[in-house]
T-cell receptor, first 113, second 114 residues
């Protein structure tokens, strides 16, 4: 079973609109959660990391929440730009162990003019 | 500050050929990861090192894949006899310990096995 599930799998938004991405996970222990942006054919760029039991972060037009009790995170993109077109990957990290990071399969966001 | 550098950026092989990927982590980062990311999937950890020591290579296909980090800095991932199923992007990442605030990824090497 997939340990980190993201939804929707893909979405299309018009430039200037807001969008929300969801991440549900079953990883234990869940030391932290990170959201990455991956442009097509490129590496992963970290957007934010959430650590606390109930956490909120903000990085420009990106904001995120984490609820460890619910094992749920959201990523909000405000006033989308064409450059926001990418795949957004949710990653859950354990404090120790061989598999240090558990990756979701991503949400592909397409921003149209 | 230089990021994680990987080379080559692209590789195209016939089945049975060998290929090596090279990674130069951020200076001072003791932990280095290799991930395999098939198209339209999330990255899957292959192996990771703390300094020159392999910490976990349980997901590395040991019959054809090998990874080394002899001096605890640069690392090489090698596929001895490539298969079509190896087609993927190979990502290298580094961090200071398991500190996620210092985790950075390279741009990856995109491998196509024909």
């Amino acid at each position: 079973k997939t340990q980190v599930e993201q939804s929707p799998q893909s979405l299309v938004v018009r430039q200037g609109e807001n969008c929300v991405l969801q991440c549900n996970y079953s990883v234990t222990p869940d030391n932290h959660l990170r959201w990455f942006k991956q442009d097509t054919g490129k590496g992963l760029v970290s957007l934010t990391v959430l650590v606390d039991q109930k956490d909120k972060t903000s990085n420009g037009r990106y904001s995120a929440t984490l609820d460890k009790d619910a094992k749920h995170s959201t990523l909000h993109i405000t006033a989308t730009l064409l450059d926001d077109t990418a795949t957004y990957i949710c990653v859950v990290g354990a404090p120790q162990g061989g598999r240090a990071l558990i990756f979701g399969t991503g949400t592909t966001v397409s921003v149209s003019p | 500050e230089a990021g994680v550098t990987q080379s080559p950026r692209y590789a195209v092989l016939q089945e049975g050929q060998a290929v090596s990927f090279w990674c130069d982590p951020i200076s001072g980062h003791d932990t280095l990861y290799w991930y395999q990311q098939p198209r339209d999937q999330g990255p899957q950890l292959l192996v990771y090192f703390r300094d020159e020591a392999v910490i976990d290579n349980s997901q590395l296909p040991s019959d054809r894949f090998s990874a080394v980090r002899p001096k605890g800095t640069n690392s090489t991932l090698k596929i001895q006899s490539a298969k079509q199923g190896d087609t993927a992007t190979y990502l290298c990442a580094s961090s200071l310990g398991l500190s996620q605030n210092t985790l950075y990824f390279g741009a990856g090497t995109r491998l196509s096995v024909l």
